[in-house]
């Protein structure tokens, strides 16, 4: 984490901070988009990607993220700055570092992120012939690889969140997020954009 000396001075030569709302795939941050919209939060998204069965509130994407490691010029994402745009966890490394980023990092079970996404290619009539210990590997790598970036990088600043937590707390989950943020978001509002009802992939409990 940034010192506050350091996040003064980069908040002083690179300007207002960039909200990013990151995590594995399927692991929530749609959600977590929606929450920050209905909040206040201004936000970046270019619409091409529509509301379907696996995300009936919508997926809040930028298509040109997905390019961001093979991109030479992301001066674009200056102008997202006192905005929230939603990046996953694998590109938070292709990420400038002349901005200042507040990441809100959305954690989710690994077994839900699974299930979620065998289902959502289902649905598509798509196949992975990734072996699911492989794909577990895979996730936790990445998991990792992010918050090292995250807790590493002076440009970033982080607040993690569990998915599971925000359905059941909802308001808890946004005034933390408020707090984090600055504490000027509608936090109501936020909270009663939560729908439990697609909590839809649940990690089995066991005693």
């Known amino acids: 984490m940034p010192s506050p000396l350091q996040r003064l001075y980069r908040r002083l030569r690179y300007g207002e901070p960039l909200v990013v709302v990151s ?24 619409g091409l990607r529509t509301a379907d069965e696996d995300n009936p509130k919508g997926y809040y994407e930028v298509e040109r993220v997905k390019n961001l490691a093979q991109e030479t010029d992301r001066a674009w994402l200056a102008e997202a700055r006192g905005k929230a745009i939603k990046v996953i966890s694998f590109l938070l490394k292709s990420l400038p570092p002349d901005l200042n980023y507040r990441v809100v990092f959305v954690r989710r079970d690994i077994e839900e992120v699974l299930a979620s996404q065998k289902k959502m290619l289902a649905r598509r009539g798509e196949t992975d012939d990734t072996p699911p210990e492989r794909m577990r590997e895979h996730f936790a790598d990445d998991l990792w690889r992010a918050r090292y970036q995250l807790t590493h990088r002076p440009w970033f600043e982080m607040l993690e969140i569990h998915y599971g937590e925000v359905l059941a707390r909802p308001l808890e989950g946004a005034r933390q997020i408020a707090g984090f943020l600055g504490g000027s978001l509608d936090t109501e509002a936020m909270a009663a954009v939560v729908d439990p009802d697609l909590y839809r992939n649940r990690a089995k409990k066991t005693d």
């Open 23 to 46: 995590g594995l795939p399927r692991s929530g941050t749609s959600m977590l988009m929606k929450m920050l919209e209905a909040g206040g939060v201004p936000i970046v998204t270019d």
